[in-house]
Protein backbone atom coordinates (compact mmCIF):
# COMPACT_ATOMS: atom_id res chain seq x y z
CA UNK A 1 0.00 0.00 0.00
CA UNK A 2 1.60 3.03 -1.11
CA UNK A 3 5.24 3.39 -1.80
CA UNK A 4 8.00 1.75 0.60
CA UNK A 5 9.67 4.10 3.43
CA UNK A 6 14.04 4.72 2.37
CA UNK A 7 15.55 4.90 5.37
CA UNK A 8 18.52 7.51 3.44
CA UNK A 9 20.82 8.41 5.31
CA UNK A 10 21.79 12.26 5.27
CA UNK A 11 25.35 12.46 3.21
CA UNK A 12 28.29 13.65 4.33
CA UNK A 13 28.93 15.72 0.95
CA UNK A 14 26.64 18.57 0.17
CA UNK A 15 26.52 17.81 -3.70
CA UNK A 16 25.05 14.71 -2.66
CA UNK A 17 22.35 16.09 -0.82
CA UNK A 18 21.67 18.39 -3.39
CA UNK A 19 21.12 15.69 -5.88
CA UNK A 20 19.28 13.66 -3.62
CA UNK A 21 16.90 16.60 -3.32
CA UNK A 22 16.55 17.55 -6.76
CA UNK A 23 15.80 14.00 -7.40
CA UNK A 24 12.85 13.33 -5.14
CA UNK A 25 11.64 16.84 -4.25
CA UNK A 26 11.77 18.32 -7.46
CA UNK A 27 14.04 21.01 -6.62
CA UNK A 28 14.13 23.22 -9.58
CA UNK A 29 11.41 21.92 -11.07
CA UNK A 30 8.75 22.77 -8.16
CA UNK A 31 8.85 26.54 -8.13
CA UNK A 32 7.50 26.61 -4.43
CA UNK A 33 10.64 24.33 -3.10
CA UNK A 34 13.34 26.69 -2.91
CA UNK A 35 16.82 26.44 -1.64
CA UNK A 36 19.39 28.91 -0.95
CA UNK A 37 23.25 28.53 -0.77
CA UNK A 38 25.40 30.44 1.64
CA UNK A 39 29.29 30.15 2.20
CA UNK A 40 29.99 29.86 5.98
CA UNK A 41 33.62 30.07 7.32
CA UNK A 42 34.23 29.25 3.82
CA UNK A 43 32.01 25.66 3.86
CA UNK A 44 28.60 25.53 1.79
CA UNK A 45 25.24 25.31 3.12
CA UNK A 46 22.61 25.09 2.25
CA UNK A 47 18.74 25.91 3.24
CA UNK A 48 15.51 24.37 1.62
CA UNK A 49 12.02 24.87 2.44
CA UNK A 50 8.71 25.35 0.80
CA UNK A 51 7.68 28.72 -0.07
CA UNK A 52 4.22 29.80 1.17
CA UNK A 53 4.51 27.41 4.26
CA UNK A 54 7.34 29.47 5.75
CA UNK A 55 7.45 32.78 7.39
CA UNK A 56 9.29 35.13 4.98
CA UNK A 57 10.99 37.44 7.54
CA UNK A 58 12.25 35.23 10.16
CA UNK A 59 13.65 33.36 6.88
CA UNK A 60 14.94 36.50 6.04
CA UNK A 61 16.53 37.06 10.10
CA UNK A 62 18.13 33.44 10.04
CA UNK A 63 20.32 34.42 6.87
CA UNK A 64 21.74 37.36 8.35
CA UNK A 65 22.74 35.49 11.31
CA UNK A 66 24.32 32.71 8.64
CA UNK A 67 25.97 35.65 7.09
CA UNK A 68 26.70 37.68 10.00
CA UNK A 69 29.13 34.76 11.00
CA UNK A 70 31.64 35.73 8.60
CA UNK A 71 32.05 38.44 10.80
CA UNK A 72 32.47 37.06 13.82
CA UNK A 73 33.78 33.57 14.14
CA UNK A 74 36.76 31.97 12.73
CA UNK A 75 36.56 28.01 14.00
CA UNK A 76 35.09 26.58 10.80
CA UNK A 77 36.06 23.20 12.28
CA UNK A 78 33.03 23.22 15.26
CA UNK A 79 30.70 25.11 12.25
CA UNK A 80 27.84 22.67 13.08
CA UNK A 81 27.91 23.80 16.76
CA UNK A 82 28.04 27.30 16.22
CA UNK A 83 25.47 27.43 13.68
CA UNK A 84 22.94 25.51 16.21
CA UNK A 85 23.56 27.31 19.39
CA UNK A 86 23.35 30.96 16.89
CA UNK A 87 19.95 30.13 15.99
CA UNK A 88 17.28 31.83 18.18
CA UNK A 89 14.45 30.12 16.73
CA UNK A 90 11.87 28.18 19.10
CA UNK A 91 12.52 25.06 17.80
CA UNK A 92 15.51 23.74 16.70
CA UNK A 93 16.67 20.02 15.92
CA UNK A 94 19.36 17.76 14.29
CA UNK A 95 18.35 14.99 12.90
CA UNK A 96 20.35 11.81 10.66
CA UNK A 97 17.71 10.51 7.76
CA UNK A 98 17.02 12.68 4.54
CA UNK A 99 13.31 11.13 4.88
CA UNK A 100 12.41 13.04 8.25
CA UNK A 101 14.33 16.33 7.21
CA UNK A 102 11.65 15.59 3.83
CA UNK A 103 8.69 15.04 6.20
CA UNK A 104 9.93 18.23 8.16
CA UNK A 105 10.44 20.43 4.96
CA UNK A 106 6.76 19.34 3.50
CA UNK A 107 5.63 20.51 6.67
CA UNK A 108 6.47 24.34 6.42
CA UNK A 109 10.51 24.02 8.29
CA UNK A 110 13.65 24.58 7.46
CA UNK A 111 15.92 22.15 6.34
CA UNK A 112 19.90 23.32 6.73
CA UNK A 113 22.83 20.87 5.14
CA UNK A 114 26.57 21.66 6.13
CA UNK A 115 29.33 20.21 4.08
CA UNK A 116 31.25 17.49 5.35
CA UNK A 117 28.44 17.15 8.08
CA UNK A 118 26.14 13.89 8.39
CA UNK A 119 23.42 15.85 10.75
CA UNK A 120 21.14 18.06 9.07
CA UNK A 121 19.13 21.24 11.24
CA UNK A 122 15.58 21.54 11.37
CA UNK A 123 14.37 25.18 12.09
CA UNK A 124 10.69 26.09 12.92
CA UNK A 125 9.46 28.89 10.71
CA UNK A 126 6.14 27.71 10.09
CA UNK A 127 3.50 30.31 9.06
CA UNK A 128 0.27 28.72 7.30
CA UNK A 129 -1.61 30.36 4.89
CA UNK A 130 -5.56 30.82 6.85
CA UNK A 131 -7.94 32.93 8.58
CA UNK A 132 -8.47 34.34 12.12
CA UNK A 133 -10.01 32.74 14.63
CA UNK A 134 -14.22 33.66 14.46
CA UNK A 135 -17.41 31.69 15.73
CA UNK A 136 -18.07 28.78 13.88
CA UNK A 137 -21.50 29.58 11.66
CA UNK A 138 -23.20 26.35 12.70
CA UNK A 139 -22.43 26.62 16.75
CA UNK A 140 -23.77 30.23 17.84
CA UNK A 141 -24.28 31.33 20.77
CA UNK A 142 -26.25 34.74 22.08
CA UNK A 143 -23.49 35.14 25.16
CA UNK A 144 -20.14 33.46 24.76
CA UNK A 145 -16.88 33.39 23.60
CA UNK A 146 -16.55 34.49 19.43
CA UNK A 147 -13.28 32.51 18.80
CA UNK A 148 -13.37 29.07 16.92
CA UNK A 149 -10.79 26.82 15.71
CA UNK A 150 -9.39 27.18 11.56
CA UNK A 151 -7.76 25.32 9.26
CA UNK A 152 -4.10 25.71 11.34
CA UNK A 153 -3.82 22.55 13.74
CA UNK A 154 -1.29 24.76 15.76
CA UNK A 155 -3.33 27.22 16.07
CA UNK A 156 -5.93 24.97 17.33
CA UNK A 157 -4.36 22.81 20.41
CA UNK A 158 -3.39 26.04 21.22
CA UNK A 159 -6.82 27.53 21.62
CA UNK A 160 -7.50 24.51 23.66
CA UNK A 161 -4.67 24.92 25.52
CA UNK A 162 -5.84 28.20 26.84
CA UNK A 163 -8.58 26.89 28.20
CA UNK A 164 -6.86 23.89 29.82
CA UNK A 165 -3.93 25.47 31.47
CA UNK A 166 -2.87 21.48 32.92
CA UNK A 167 0.90 20.10 32.92
CA UNK A 168 -0.92 16.54 32.50
CA UNK A 169 -2.83 17.87 28.93
CA UNK A 170 -0.93 15.39 26.49
CA UNK A 171 -0.96 16.51 22.48
CA UNK A 172 1.18 13.65 20.27
CA UNK A 173 1.45 14.71 16.89
CA UNK A 174 0.87 11.97 14.06
CA UNK A 175 1.41 11.67 10.32
CA UNK A 176 -1.11 10.17 8.33
CA UNK A 177 -0.87 8.90 4.65
CA UNK A 178 1.99 8.07 2.43
CA UNK A 179 2.03 11.23 0.22
CA UNK A 180 -0.05 13.83 2.18
CA UNK A 181 1.44 13.44 5.26
CA UNK A 182 -1.77 15.03 7.09
CA UNK A 183 -0.46 16.02 10.48
CA UNK A 184 -2.94 14.81 13.00
CA UNK A 185 -2.82 15.28 16.73
CA UNK A 186 -4.60 13.39 19.72
CA UNK A 187 -5.32 14.98 22.52
CA UNK A 188 -6.25 13.57 26.40
CA UNK A 189 -5.59 14.91 29.86
CA UNK A 190 -3.16 12.15 31.19
CA UNK A 191 -4.87 11.84 34.39
CA UNK A 192 -8.24 11.47 33.38
CA UNK A 193 -8.88 9.78 30.07
CA UNK A 194 -8.99 5.74 30.12
CA UNK A 195 -5.27 4.34 28.78
CA UNK A 196 -7.43 1.77 27.17
CA UNK A 197 -9.54 4.11 25.14
CA UNK A 198 -5.90 6.20 24.58
CA UNK A 199 -4.21 3.19 23.44
CA UNK A 200 -6.91 2.04 21.18
CA UNK A 201 -7.31 5.47 19.48
CA UNK A 202 -3.66 5.36 18.83
CA UNK A 203 -3.89 2.06 17.65
CA UNK A 204 -6.78 3.01 15.07
CA UNK A 205 -4.94 6.32 13.75
CA UNK A 206 -1.42 4.18 13.35
CA UNK A 207 -2.77 1.41 11.09
CA UNK A 208 -4.37 3.62 8.51
CA UNK A 209 -2.95 2.96 5.53
CA UNK A 210 -4.14 5.56 2.57
CA UNK A 211 -2.05 8.04 -0.18
CA UNK A 212 -3.77 11.14 1.66
CA UNK A 213 -6.40 12.14 4.02
CA UNK A 214 -7.64 15.05 1.71
CA UNK A 215 -10.88 15.21 3.19
CA UNK A 216 -9.46 15.70 6.83
CA UNK A 217 -11.26 14.58 10.24
CA UNK A 218 -14.52 12.95 7.90
CA UNK A 219 -12.08 10.62 6.10
CA UNK A 220 -10.38 10.13 9.49
CA UNK A 221 -13.48 9.13 11.04
CA UNK A 222 -14.04 6.69 8.56
CA UNK A 223 -10.91 4.43 9.32
CA UNK A 224 -11.53 5.21 13.03
CA UNK A 225 -14.80 4.12 13.27
CA UNK A 226 -16.89 1.23 11.18
CA UNK A 227 -19.71 3.15 9.82
CA UNK A 228 -20.48 0.98 7.01
CA UNK A 229 -23.72 1.98 5.76
CA UNK A 230 -24.81 3.46 8.88
CA UNK A 231 -26.08 7.18 8.74
CA UNK A 232 -25.79 7.60 12.18
CA UNK A 233 -22.82 10.06 13.33
CA UNK A 234 -20.58 7.90 16.18
CA UNK A 235 -18.35 10.68 16.60
CA UNK A 236 -19.18 14.33 17.47
CA UNK A 237 -17.54 17.63 15.33
CA UNK A 238 -16.83 20.73 16.94
CA UNK A 239 -15.67 23.95 16.00
CA UNK A 240 -15.95 25.67 19.36
CA UNK A 241 -12.62 25.71 21.57
CA UNK A 242 -14.98 25.43 25.29
CA UNK A 243 -16.76 23.02 23.65
CA UNK A 244 -13.64 20.43 23.08
CA UNK A 245 -12.00 21.89 26.36
CA UNK A 246 -15.48 20.48 28.18
CA UNK A 247 -14.66 17.24 26.87
CA UNK A 248 -11.56 17.20 27.47
CA UNK A 249 -12.26 17.43 31.35
CA UNK A 250 -14.88 14.91 30.94
CA UNK A 251 -12.79 12.13 30.01
CA UNK A 252 -13.09 12.11 26.16
CA UNK A 253 -10.29 12.53 23.39
CA UNK A 254 -10.02 15.07 21.01
CA UNK A 255 -8.51 14.42 17.36
CA UNK A 256 -7.37 17.66 15.43
CA UNK A 257 -6.36 16.76 11.62
CA UNK A 258 -4.57 19.72 10.00
CA UNK A 259 -6.36 21.60 7.49
CA UNK A 260 -9.91 21.20 9.22
CA UNK A 261 -11.51 23.94 11.32
CA UNK A 262 -13.61 20.91 12.85
CA UNK A 263 -12.20 18.82 15.06
CA UNK A 264 -13.15 15.05 16.36
CA UNK A 265 -14.48 14.18 19.80
CA UNK A 266 -14.80 10.67 20.94
CA UNK A 267 -16.61 8.42 21.91
CA UNK A 268 -19.76 10.01 21.87
CA UNK A 269 -23.44 8.77 22.45
CA UNK A 270 -26.22 9.91 20.75
CA UNK A 271 -27.30 12.58 23.60
CA UNK A 272 -24.14 14.19 23.42
CA UNK A 273 -25.02 14.85 19.57
CA UNK A 274 -27.74 16.91 21.44
CA UNK A 275 -26.43 19.22 23.82
CA UNK A 276 -25.43 22.66 22.94
CA UNK A 277 -22.87 25.37 24.21
CA UNK A 278 -25.88 27.63 24.51
CA UNK A 279 -27.90 25.34 27.49
CA UNK A 280 -24.47 26.10 29.73
CA UNK A 281 -23.89 30.14 28.70
CA UNK A 282 -28.03 30.44 30.30
CA UNK A 283 -28.79 30.04 33.76
CA UNK A 284 -29.92 25.97 34.91
CA UNK A 285 -33.51 26.65 34.62
CA UNK A 286 -33.35 28.14 31.09
CA UNK A 287 -30.78 25.81 30.30
CA UNK A 288 -32.97 22.70 30.88
CA UNK A 289 -35.67 24.70 29.25
CA UNK A 290 -34.07 25.27 26.08
CA UNK A 291 -32.85 21.59 26.29
CA UNK A 292 -37.03 19.98 26.54
CA UNK A 293 -37.37 22.06 23.27
CA UNK A 294 -34.67 20.69 21.88
CA UNK A 295 -35.39 17.44 22.47
CA UNK A 296 -39.07 18.11 21.42
CA UNK A 297 -37.94 19.35 18.15
CA UNK A 298 -35.73 16.42 17.76
CA UNK A 299 -38.54 14.02 18.15
CA UNK A 300 -41.40 16.09 15.78
CA UNK A 301 -38.45 15.42 13.29
CA UNK A 302 -38.49 11.74 13.56
CA UNK A 303 -42.06 10.98 14.22
CA UNK A 304 -44.14 13.55 13.74
CA UNK A 305 -44.48 12.88 9.87
CA UNK A 306 -45.04 9.07 9.91
CA UNK A 307 -47.59 9.82 13.20
CA UNK A 308 -49.39 12.23 11.14
CA UNK A 309 -49.65 9.81 8.08
CA UNK A 310 -50.37 7.07 9.99
CA UNK A 311 -53.39 8.78 11.22
CA UNK A 312 -54.43 10.40 7.63
CA UNK A 313 -54.13 6.78 6.18
CA UNK A 314 -56.48 5.41 9.21
CA UNK A 315 -58.38 7.73 10.62
CA UNK A 316 -60.02 5.43 13.25
CA UNK A 317 -57.29 5.61 15.14
CA UNK A 318 -58.13 9.10 16.52
CA UNK A 319 -60.01 9.65 19.56
CA UNK A 320 -63.54 11.96 18.38
CA UNK A 321 -61.66 14.89 20.34
CA UNK A 322 -58.61 15.09 17.61
CA UNK A 323 -60.48 13.96 14.95
CA UNK A 324 -59.70 17.35 13.17
CA UNK A 325 -56.37 15.70 11.93
CA UNK A 326 -55.84 14.50 8.69
CA UNK A 327 -56.80 16.21 5.45
CA UNK A 328 -60.21 17.38 5.06
CA UNK A 329 -60.26 16.56 0.90
CA UNK A 330 -58.71 14.41 -0.69
CA UNK A 331 -56.17 15.80 -3.04
CA UNK A 332 -55.26 14.72 -6.55
CA UNK A 333 -52.05 13.18 -5.71
CA UNK A 334 -52.30 9.87 -3.27
CA UNK A 335 -51.56 11.13 0.84
CA UNK A 336 -48.52 9.23 0.97
CA UNK A 337 -47.22 10.20 -2.42
CA UNK A 338 -47.95 13.75 -1.08
CA UNK A 339 -45.78 13.75 2.35
CA UNK A 340 -42.78 11.55 0.10
CA UNK A 341 -43.11 14.44 -2.24
CA UNK A 342 -42.92 17.28 -0.20
CA UNK A 343 -40.51 15.55 1.76
CA UNK A 344 -38.12 15.40 -1.00
CA UNK A 345 -39.19 19.30 -2.12
CA UNK A 346 -37.51 20.32 1.44
CA UNK A 347 -34.31 18.02 0.83
CA UNK A 348 -33.73 19.90 -3.20
CA UNK A 349 -34.39 23.27 -1.60
CA UNK A 350 -31.39 22.32 1.44
CA UNK A 351 -29.33 21.19 -0.96
CA UNK A 352 -29.73 23.90 -2.92
CA UNK A 353 -29.61 26.66 -0.04
CA UNK A 354 -25.74 25.33 0.03
CA UNK A 355 -24.31 26.04 -3.14
CA UNK A 356 -26.88 29.30 -3.73
CA UNK A 357 -24.46 32.30 -3.54
CA UNK A 358 -25.55 34.73 -0.47
CA UNK A 359 -26.03 37.07 -2.81
CA UNK A 360 -29.18 34.74 -4.21
CA UNK A 361 -30.49 33.06 -1.02
CA UNK A 362 -33.22 35.65 -0.61
CA UNK A 363 -34.74 34.75 -3.71
CA UNK A 364 -34.55 30.85 -3.31
CA UNK A 365 -36.89 31.52 -0.22
CA UNK A 366 -38.83 33.67 -2.21
CA UNK A 367 -39.14 30.61 -4.40
CA UNK A 368 -39.86 28.31 -2.21
CA UNK A 369 -42.11 29.64 -0.08
CA UNK A 370 -44.39 31.82 -3.19
CA UNK A 371 -44.13 29.75 -6.37
CA UNK A 372 -43.77 26.31 -5.02
CA UNK A 373 -45.43 26.22 -1.38
CA UNK A 374 -48.42 28.03 -3.12
CA UNK A 375 -48.98 27.10 -6.30
CA UNK A 376 -48.50 23.59 -5.33
CA UNK A 377 -51.27 23.58 -2.65
CA UNK A 378 -53.50 25.84 -5.49
CA UNK A 379 -52.97 22.67 -8.32
CA UNK A 380 -54.06 20.15 -5.68
CA UNK A 381 -50.71 18.74 -5.72
CA UNK A 382 -50.25 19.23 -2.11
CA UNK A 383 -52.68 19.70 1.05
CA UNK A 384 -52.40 22.38 3.67
CA UNK A 385 -51.68 19.63 5.97
CA UNK A 386 -48.59 18.02 4.35
CA UNK A 387 -47.22 21.74 4.27
CA UNK A 388 -47.66 22.32 7.69
CA UNK A 389 -45.97 19.04 8.89
CA UNK A 390 -43.12 18.79 6.59
CA UNK A 391 -42.01 22.12 7.79
CA UNK A 392 -42.56 21.45 10.99
CA UNK A 393 -40.28 18.51 10.72
CA UNK A 394 -37.90 20.24 8.98
CA UNK A 395 -37.88 23.46 11.69
CA UNK A 396 -36.93 20.19 14.16
CA UNK A 397 -33.82 18.89 12.08
CA UNK A 398 -32.72 22.58 11.58
CA UNK A 399 -32.79 22.69 15.80
CA UNK A 400 -30.69 19.55 16.21
CA UNK A 401 -27.20 20.77 17.29
CA UNK A 402 -25.27 18.27 14.88
CA UNK A 403 -26.07 18.30 11.72
CA UNK A 404 -24.94 15.27 10.47
CA UNK A 405 -27.38 13.38 13.19
CA UNK A 406 -29.83 15.83 11.81
CA UNK A 407 -28.99 14.71 8.21
CA UNK A 408 -29.32 10.75 9.74
CA UNK A 409 -32.90 11.57 11.88
CA UNK A 410 -34.34 12.81 8.11
CA UNK A 411 -33.30 9.25 6.41
CA UNK A 412 -34.57 7.23 9.24
CA UNK A 413 -37.76 9.28 9.49
CA UNK A 414 -38.20 8.75 6.00
CA UNK A 415 -37.77 4.83 6.28
CA UNK A 416 -40.94 5.20 8.92
CA UNK A 417 -42.53 7.00 5.93
CA UNK A 418 -42.40 4.55 3.88
CA UNK A 419 -43.53 1.81 6.04
CA UNK A 420 -46.10 3.51 7.55
CA UNK A 421 -47.76 4.48 4.32
CA UNK A 422 -47.46 1.11 3.20
CA UNK A 423 -48.67 -1.12 5.80
CA UNK A 424 -50.06 1.65 8.22
CA UNK A 425 -50.49 0.55 12.05
CA UNK A 426 -48.01 -2.47 11.60
CA UNK A 427 -45.54 -0.58 9.64
CA UNK A 428 -45.38 2.44 12.04
CA UNK A 429 -44.61 0.09 14.65
CA UNK A 430 -42.11 -2.50 12.53
CA UNK A 431 -40.66 0.87 11.87
CA UNK A 432 -40.35 2.38 15.12
CA UNK A 433 -38.97 -1.26 16.79
CA UNK A 434 -36.29 -1.29 13.71
CA UNK A 435 -35.17 1.88 14.80
CA UNK A 436 -34.66 1.90 18.27
CA UNK A 437 -33.21 -1.63 18.04
CA UNK A 438 -30.71 -0.04 15.15
CA UNK A 439 -29.66 2.31 17.51
CA UNK A 440 -29.34 0.66 20.46
CA UNK A 441 -27.14 -2.27 18.67
CA UNK A 442 -25.07 0.70 17.45
CA UNK A 443 -21.03 1.22 19.53
CA UNK A 444 -18.55 3.64 18.76
CA UNK A 445 -15.10 2.08 20.10
CA UNK A 446 -16.97 -0.29 22.83
CA UNK A 447 -19.45 2.65 23.72
CA UNK A 448 -23.11 1.85 23.53
CA UNK A 449 -24.79 4.60 21.15
CA UNK A 450 -28.07 5.06 23.47
CA UNK A 451 -26.32 5.54 27.28
CA UNK A 452 -27.19 6.54 29.25
CA UNK A 453 -30.83 5.21 28.07
CA UNK A 454 -29.67 1.93 26.98
CA UNK A 455 -28.23 0.61 28.89
CA UNK A 456 -29.92 2.53 31.71
CA UNK A 457 -27.66 5.07 34.35
CA UNK A 458 -30.12 6.66 36.47
CA UNK A 459 -27.26 9.76 37.08
CA UNK A 460 -26.37 9.59 32.79
CA UNK A 461 -30.39 10.05 32.38
CA UNK A 462 -30.52 12.83 35.13
CA UNK A 463 -28.03 14.80 33.83
CA UNK A 464 -28.98 14.48 30.31
CA UNK A 465 -32.79 15.35 31.07
CA UNK A 466 -32.01 18.58 33.11
CA UNK A 467 -29.45 21.15 33.16
CA UNK A 468 -27.50 20.45 36.42
CA UNK A 469 -26.04 23.70 38.27
CA UNK A 470 -22.07 23.26 37.96
CA UNK A 471 -21.27 22.94 41.90
CA UNK A 472 -23.61 20.29 41.96
CA UNK A 473 -22.25 18.43 39.12
CA UNK A 474 -19.00 16.76 40.22
CA UNK A 475 -19.03 13.41 38.93
CA UNK A 476 -17.72 12.81 35.18
CA UNK A 477 -19.94 10.36 32.90
CA UNK A 478 -18.98 6.90 33.86
CA UNK A 479 -19.59 5.64 29.90
CA UNK A 480 -15.99 6.74 29.13
CA UNK A 481 -13.97 5.29 32.12
CA UNK A 482 -12.21 8.20 33.81
CA UNK A 483 -9.40 7.44 36.19
CA UNK A 484 -9.94 10.38 38.14
CA UNK A 485 -14.04 10.31 38.70
CA UNK A 486 -14.70 13.47 40.60
CA UNK A 487 -14.24 17.08 39.35
CA UNK A 488 -14.39 18.47 42.37
CA UNK A 489 -13.03 17.80 46.03
CA UNK A 490 -14.99 15.48 47.87
CA UNK A 491 -16.85 17.40 51.14
Keep these: MGQAKENTKIFKKISDNQAYMKSRVGVGTSFDVEYRELIILKRKTQMYYVNGLVDDPTVVQIIKVLVGLNDHETNKSHLY ?98 RSKTDVCLSYIQDIADDDLIALAKEKISEIEIDGITMAEKALDEFIIDHRWNPYPLVRYTERPDVAANHLLEGHLLIYVDTSPSIIILPTTFFDHLEHAEEYRQTPAVGTFIRWIRFLAVLASLYLLPFWLLFARDPTLLPK ?171
Design 81 to 178: DIIKNRLVNLSVKSVQSMDEALDQMLSGLIVLFIDNEQYALIIDVRHYPGREPEEPDTERVVRGSRDGFTENIIQNTALTRRRVRDVRLRNEMMKVGE
Design 321 to 491: ELSFIGPNEEGNVPITLQVVLGYIGVEFLRMAAIHTPNALATALGLIAAVLIGEIAIDVGMLSPEVVLYVSISTIGSYVTPSYELGVANKIMAFFLILLTGLFTLKGFVIGFLISTIFLARLKTLKTPYLWPFIPFNAVGMFNVIFRIPLPFSNSRPSIVHPKNVYKQPQK
